[in-house]
C-alpha cells in the first residue's frame, strides 16, 4: 500500500479538523497515512515519505506557528527536493496571505507542491469539510 504522511499543529482545533478529513480522503484513495501533530514528528521519520501534507494556520502576523511549527518546517524545507507536498490550514480575519508565503517558500525548495494551499476561514462547514476529503483524494492522485 502506498503511504503519506501529514504533519500538523492546530491551537483550536480547525486545522486538525482539516487534517482528519484530509486523511479520509487519502485513506479512502487507497493511500496508508500517518497523522501526526508537529511536537511528536521527526524530520528524520517523516522524510521516509515521498507524499507529505503539511497543516498550519495563520499565526502571528500572518505566520507560521513560531513556537514549534516553524522551526520543524525550517529543519525540513531543505530536505524536500522532490516530495510531493500538499498545504493546508485554518485562518481568521486575514486573507490567507500566510499561504501564499508558504507555498513560495516550498516552490524555492525543489519540491513539487500540489495545487495551492487549502485555506479555510475559521471552522470548516459541512461543505468545506467535503472540500478537504476531496483535496485528499486528489492528492492522492497526484
Ligand atoms: C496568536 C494568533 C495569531 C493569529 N494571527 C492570524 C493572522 O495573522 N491572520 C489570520 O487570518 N488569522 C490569524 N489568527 C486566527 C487563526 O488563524 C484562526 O483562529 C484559525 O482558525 C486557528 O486555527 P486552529 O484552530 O487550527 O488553531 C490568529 C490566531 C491567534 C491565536
Do not use: H
Not at 499565526?59 to 530536505?79: A, K, N, V
Amino acid at each position: 500500500m502506498e503511504k503519506a504522511v501529514i504533519v500538523y499543529w492546530s491551537g483550536t482545533g480547525n486545522t486538525e479538523i482539516m487534517a482528519d478529513k484530509i486523511k479520509e480522503g487519502l485513506e479512502e484513495s487507497g493511500y496508508e497515512t500517518n497523522m501526526l501533530q508537529v511536537y511528536e514528528a521527526s524530520v528524520e521519520a517523516v522524510l521516509e515519505y515521498d507524499k507529505i501534507a503539511f497543516g498550519c494556520p495563520s499565526m502571528g502576523i500572518e505566520e507560521l506557528e513560531e513556537e514549534e511549527f516553524e522551526p520543524f518546517f525550517e529543519e525540513i524545507e531543505t530536505q524536500l527536493t522532490d516530495k510531493k507536498i500538499a498545504l493546508f490550514g485554518s485562518y481568521g480575519w486575514g486573507d490567507g496571505e500566510w499561504m501564499e508565503a508558504w507555498e513560495e517558500r516550498v516552490a524555492n525548495t525543489g519540491a513539487i507542491l500540489f495545487e495551492k494551499g487549502l485555506i479555510i476561514n475559521s471552522t470548516p462547514s459541512t461543505e468545506e469539510e467535503d472540500s478537504c476529503l476531496e483535496f485528499g483524494k486528489r492528492f492522492a492522485e497526484f
